[in-house]
């Protein structure tokens, strides 16, 4: 009896251990399974937010590359505009640097003329606003040119615009006006230089400024026209 007894109070034992080890098994298996949820739930929401962060990097990539491509395309067509007004531009110049001497001359004839009036009427102003006594007169009125012009058609020029204000301008301030002993470094026009001070009538200097002036107009009928049907 003492025996069956024992045995009865072992088993029992052992029953309610196994019992409760079947209990810790399912907690923990449930605990598992929750925390395996869990992290199944995180790692989806990090491969969305992936996902989304990928597409997000990716149109912004394909937004400053489309940008990139019509900034691009912009500046090639402003350069291509550009090239084409600076050809335009160049031509002319081109065309007046190929004038026949005669032709030349006479441009150079008119473009000292009219530096020579103003040099004349800044020297007038300055007699009324200071005095006869303080104004400045320079000794010589000096015609500049380059070398090639120079030798061609200075001596020409100088005398065509001594007989041209002939009338215009005192026989002593005309004779004043000499031509310059050295030659200059400028593609074609002249420079009156008056003591110290140099009125810059040279072409490339001319030309940039009809540029300021007529480049919108040169763009237009360059680019603009519309053709009649």
Do not use: W
């Amino acid at each position: 009896m003492a025996i069956n007894g024992l045995e009865k109070i072992t088993d029992k034992i052992l029953a309610e251990a196994q019992a409760r080890a079947d209990r810790i098994l399912a907690d923990a298996q449930a605990e598992c399974d929750r925390i395996s949820a869990d992290y199944a739930a995180r790692a989806e929401e990090i491969r969305t937010r992936l996902s989304e962060e990928a597409e997000r990097v990716g149109m912004d990539h394909v937004s400053r590359t489309k940008s990139a491509v019509a900034t691009n395309k912009r500046n090639l067509l402003l350069q291509t505009r550009s090239e084409l007004i600076d050809g335009v531009f160049d031509e002319a110049l081109t065309g007046v640097l190929r004038l026949s001497t005669e032709q030349y001359t006479e441009l150079l004839i008119g473009l000292l003329s009219a530096a020579m009036m103003e040099q004349l009427e800044a020297e007038h102003t300055s007699r009324t606003l200071y005095g006869e006594e303080d104004a400045m007169e320079p000794e010589k009125y000096e015609v500049l040119l380059n070398q090639r012009d120079r030798d061609r058609c200075g001596r020409a020029v100088v005398e065509g615009v001594q007989k041209k204000l002939g009338g215009k301008v005192s026989a002593e301030k005309l004779a004043k006006l000499t031509l310059g002993g050295k030659a200059v470094a400028i593609d074609g026009g002249l420079i009156l230089r008056c003591g110290d001070i140099e009125a810059n009538c040279s072409l490339s200097l001319l030309f940039a400024q009809l540029r300021e002036e007529l480049e919108a107009d040169v763009s237009h009928a360059l680019f603009d026209v519309k053709t009649s049907n």
